[in-house]
């Protein structure tokens, strides 16, 4: 029997792969014989990335790109397919949120710069969409690929205190189906776009409201969240991967337009 979950031999690129999250998921799928293009707007952080899947006998290539620049963009997928060949799955995995754009004791909604919001909806959102337009024209000329989105808790929930972010994330979800819909019925019937939306995973831009500084104890929010989260801890990055593989693979050849929670239930749970 083939392995419908089989991703190798699978060109995929991923923005935001410098990362915690999405080079966990880079990682993964190398391990699983794919094709890897880490995209970053940090070269170092790209680089050692792809230093670590070739070390482990993967094979990996690592590309600088601003999401927020259409021809960086533009020239990131000319050398993903010089170096590896026409990009199967895209996965938008840049994101992120910003201090600034955090209200708290210090910065109130109402004095929030707007700067600071605008930089992270569009981090997130224009992050998400300007691939989808370049890869995706590709998959389009082509009449097959796949496109994942990283959607958030936020998306289904919003969170006190992060407005922009979570307003970001819920377009992104929107996004996700609206682009579903418009490849399915304009170019593709085999083209596929779908979401994961990670639970509370620590990283370099939540660590700053989840955990003291001083300490690495959890803030009053940290312990929140872990009281709300029905499994009673945060993520681990490797946890992602289990979905990204079944949203890449097969196994989800009749899946397009969803937005899959990975939580540990928190968003199940009404608080009591």
């Known amino acids: 029997m083939s392995n419908m979950f089989d991703v190798s031999g699978k060109i995929v690129a991923i923005t935001g792969a410098g990362g915690v999250l999405c080079g966990a998921m880079a990682k993964e799928l190398a391990a699983a014989g794919a094709k890897v293009a880490v995209l970053d707007l940090s070269e170092p952080g790209a680089q050692k990335v792809a230093d670590q899947i070739t070390s482990s006998g993967g094979k990996a290539v690592a590309v600088k790109c601003n999401v927020l620049d259409k ?12 170096k590896l060949g026409p990009v ?27 700067d600071a919001i605008r930089f992270v ?25 796949i ?3 990283i959607s958030s808790m936020n998306a289904f929930r919003p969170l006190t205190r992060i407005a922009a972010y979570s307003a970001a ?18 170019y593709s019937k ?28 959890l803030t009053a929010r940290g312990k929140t969240i872990v009281e709300h989260t029905p499994m009673g801890r945060f993520g681990e990055a490797s946890e992602l991967t289990g979905t990204l593989i079944w949203l890449c693979s097969d196994a989800a050849k009749f899946v397009t337009g969803i937005v899959v929670p990975v939580d540990g239930g ?4 009404s608080g009591v």
Do not use: Y
């Not at 992050?127 to 337009?133: A, I, K």
């Not at 994330?169 to 304009?186: D, E, P, R």
């Not at 928190?266 to 749970?269: D, G, I, L, M, Q």
């Open 169 to 186: 994330k819920a377009a992104i979800s929107n996004f996700t189906q609206w682009l579903a819909v418009h490849m399915c019925q304009n």
């Open 121 to 145: 909806f569009d981090l997130n959102f224009i992050g998400t969409l300007l691939p989808s337009q370049v890869f995706g024209k590709s998959m389009a000329d082509r009449g097959d690929g």
């Open 71 to 82: 021809q960086s963009v533009i020239d990131a997928e000319k050398q993903v397919i010089s």
């Open 190 to 217: 085999t083209i596929r776009v779908n979401a994961i939306a990670p639970g509370f995973f620590l990283t370099a831009q939540n660590r700053f409201l989840l955990t003291e500084e001083a300490t690495g104890n």
């Open 266 to 269: 928190f968003s199940a749970f």
């Open 147 to 149: 496109i994942i989105n």
């Open 88 to 114: 199967d799955i895209l996965i938008n995995g840049a994101g992120g949120n910003k201090k600034e754009a955090t209200a708290n004791a210090e910065m109130s909604f109402f004095d929030m710069p707007a």
